[in-house]
Every structure is written in C-alpha cells, then in structure tokens.
C-alpha cells in the first residue's frame, strides 16, 4: 500500500494506538485473509524497535508491530509513494 507522508502518520497513530487495536486487527484480518488459517481474535501492540542480536546489526524499526494470540507477530511498514 503506497501512501503520502500526511497518511503515513495517520496511519501509525491510528493503527498503532492500543486505543484503536480494534481497527488494527480487523484491518490485519482484511488484508491478511488469504494468507491466515483463521481470524485473528486478539492483538497485543509491541515496541516497533527490534532488539539487535549482534553489535554490528542495524536498528530495525517498523511502522507497527503486533503479536497476537497464536503466537503470530505482525511487522507493518507503510511506504510514501513518489511520483
């Protein structure tokens, strides 16, 4: 999904709100259906900064990150669309 620098906001502070983890789930469930055996039923919002194993490794920071109750971790980067 290509979005403009305005929408990627939104998008985090909607989407990555604990507030609104309603909106991220069944978004998650409509974009992901295909790829699920079954629904998601429950999010739990994660720190987007990943951990680095080794000193030589980058810090990796997402958009959104997510696990849910099966144990399934969701990493969600939004991407500005150049024209």
């Not at 194993?53 to 669309?81: C, H, M, P, W, Y």
């Amino acid at each position: 999904m290509l979005l403009t620098q305005r929408l990627i906001v939104f998008f985090k502070a909607i989407l990555g709100s604990n507030k609104h983890i309603n909106l991220l789930l069944n978004f998650l469930n409509a974009t992901c259906k295909d790829d699920l055996d079954a629904p998601i039923i429950g999010l739990t919002i994660l720190n987007p900064y990943s951990e680095k194993e080794f000193l030589s490794d980058k810090l990796s920071i997402v958009d959104i990150k997510a696990n849910d109750k099966a144990g399934n971790t969701f990493q969600i980067e939004s991407k500005r669309l150049t024209i």
